[in-house]
């Protein structure tokens, strides 16, 4: 009886901890550099959290704005793909990271964050686009 009380035991440690959670999600801050390579590689889902207002000033190329301040901004994220990466990106990376941490609650499985928001993607010498 204590054998098969200790292999029990044993077992269950084993499968507990061999059984991580694969949707485990990291979010990755990454610098303008990066962040520019990973828009040329991957199918990337690019969301700007500024307010409209600022998003009109000028944005990253294919960024979609979601406002970090709106009372609908927690439904826009869920319209999302979660399947597929998303970065995230403010003006100086305080709403985005705490953006990030909404998607990764949310069960976004790839998330980036762009390090210094889009004030460092401007001094990084990237191109912004003019709101039309």
């Known amino acids: 009886m204590k054998n098969k009380v200790l292999i029990y035991c044993f077992a269950l440690f084993a499968f507990a901890f061999s059984c991580k959670d694969a949707t485990q999600t990291e979010v990755v801050m990454v610098s303008a550099e990066e962040m520019q390579e990973l828009l040329e590689l991957e199918d990337i889902q690019l ?5 409209l207002e600022e998003y009109k000033t000028g944005f990253i190329e294919q960024a979609q704005n ?10 826009d994220l869920v319209k999302l793909d979660k399947s597929k990466p998303i970065m995230v990106y403010c003006k100086s990376g305080i709403r985005s ?16 964050d762009l390090k210094g928001g889009i004030t460092q993607w401007k001094f990084s010498g990237y191109e912004i686009k003019a709101f039309e």
């Open 47 to 51: 969301v700007d959290v500024r307010t």
């Open 97 to 112: 990271g705490k953006c990030s941490k909404k998607l990764k609650e949310a069960g976004f499985i790839k998330i980036y």
């Open 66 to 75: 979601i406002d970090y301040t709106s009372p609908t901004f927690e439904e």
